[in-house]
């Protein structure tokens, strides 16, 4: 009787440890998000993390625009120190970036506020460059002349 329930406990403990370990590492959603990052900061009273916002600018997109449909708010690995000086720069320059992100299946505080995950920044070449835009579907045809 004790065998059967200890061997029991320790199947009960590995699938646990399986669940726990699948919901902590496991990743969701791969994906990116463009816009201008308005907040970067390092958060906590017992956990520090780091978090930020972007600003999504969806100019009108939306039926009923309001501020949790414009943002997006994410957080950043504490070993990806290099992604969170990036964001700080980005978000002193103002520049438009593209931002990949992953998203995990639970939030945990001591790892962040959120369950999207930033692991790379993505700037523009040209930050303040107007790009000329094109049709692509219009050919480039000189207009016949005629000849009286």
Do not use: C
Not at 75 to 102: A, I, P, Y
């Amino acid at each position: 009787m004790k065998k059967s329930l200890i061997k029991i406990a320790i199947v009960l403990g590995v699938v646990l440890i399986g669940v726990f370990s699948f919901l902590y590492w496991g990743v969701y959603d791969y994906g990116s998000r463009s816009g201008i990052v308005i907040r970067v900061s390092k958060k906590g009273a017992l956990f520090k993390t780091m978090e930020g916002q972007l600003n999504l600018q969806t100019f009108g997109a939306l039926e009923r625009p309001n501020a949790m449909t414009e943002t997006f708010d994410f957080s950043v690995d504490k070993k990806d120190e290099v992604v969170f000086q990036q964001l700080k720069d980005v978000s002193l320059s103002g520049e438009r970036v593209r931002l990949e992100f992953k998203k995990r299946y639970v939030q945990v505080p001591w790892r962040g506020d959120s369950k999207y995950f930033v692991t790379e920044v993505v700037r523009s070449e040209q930050p303040n460059a107007k790009k000329e835009r094109t049709n692509p579907y219009r050919e480039n045809r000189e207009t016949p002349t005629t000849q009286l």
